[in-house]
């Protein structure tokens, strides 16, 4: 939308000007910081709990943004306000935060003394078509070959800009299917999480995930924990291996943009009875009724 503003250090630039340094720690170290809100009927949903998560994997990544959490979060609502009369009605948006920690001196690997982060916020439309069948038909989960990095490494809970590794990981498992959606295992073969969200199984009317020692800790993964304890639904973390998803009953992912992504074929094998499970429909039901729009339907409304 070329009519968004982009809030660019201190400044509201048009999204076609907004531009960095090529000396950005973004692009000479890869360092970026980043967390991806989206909105419901216009409404940022937890704005405040990415925004908690941010400052979190700032500290982590050893530096800041040059304001504080309380200021973050005012910016935030003031960069969505300018740009919301132009989405639609029926239109919600991606609301993206990048904040790196400013220029490098790619030689010595430096931060020159006057350098300041970088604050990028940027609202873009949010496009639900990628996956509207998959509410009715289920996807299909395939493990590639990439395994996610090791906490020793890189802690996943850290949540960075950088998708080299689940790029790579859903470009291998396209070569299986076109449509299929990555299942990434960790170094000691457990499951871990895919591109952009978290992974659940339904085994005897229990809720499984992997726990958050190789996985972020996803917003809509803690909406899960929630919407589990209201509708009394026993749910767990544990180390999950493939084994435990052949044999499941159901199975979804969970993220920002679609909130529920059902899972009914992993590997080639039919989880469950090959249908959208019960649990999974009940979940996707009250995740609808917390935030007064049909998830579901809205999705099916990006096919017209």
Known sequence: MTQN???????????????????????????TVTESTRTFAHQPFRLRDHLERLYVSLKAARFDAGMTLDEMEQ????????????????TDAWIIHNITPGQWVPSSGQK???SKPT???????????????????????????????????????????????????????KLVDPMAQSLILDTDGFLSENKG????????????????????????????????????????ECQ????????????????????IMPATKFNGITVGTGEVGPITRNLIRAWSQRV?????????????
């Open 75 to 90: 910016l935030t609502l003031e960069v969505w306000e300018k740009n919301r009369p132009h989405y639609p009605a029926n």
């Open 112 to 114: 020159p003394p006057e």
């Open 292 to 304: 007064g729009l049909d998830i579901q339907e809205q999705a099916q409304q990006s096919l017209a």
């Open 119 to 173: 604050v990028m916020i940027v609202t873009l439309p949010l496009d639900l078509s990628y996956w509207a069948e998959f509410y009715r038909t289920g996807c299909h989960a395939v493990t590639p070959f990439t395994r996610v990095q090791p906490a020793q490494s890189l802690d996943s809970r850290i949540k960075n800009r950088s998708r080299f590794i689940y790029t790579m990981a859903e470009s291998e498992v």
């Open 5 to 31: 503003l982009v809030y660019l250090n201190g400044e509201y630039v048009p999204a076609a000007e907004a531009k960095i340094s090529i000396f950005d720690g973004a692009i000479s170290l890869g360092m």
């Open 240 to 259: 999950l291996l493939p084994y435990d998803v052949t044999t499941a009953d159901e199975a979804f992912f969970t993220s920002t943009p679609y909130c």
């Open 197 to 236: 969200g978290n992974f659940f199984l339904v085994t005897k009317g229990c809720i499984k995930t992997p726990s958050t020692i190789n996985c972020l800790n996803g917003i809509s993964r803690q909406t899960i924990f929630q919407l589990a304890d209201q509708l009394q639904i026993p749910i767990e």
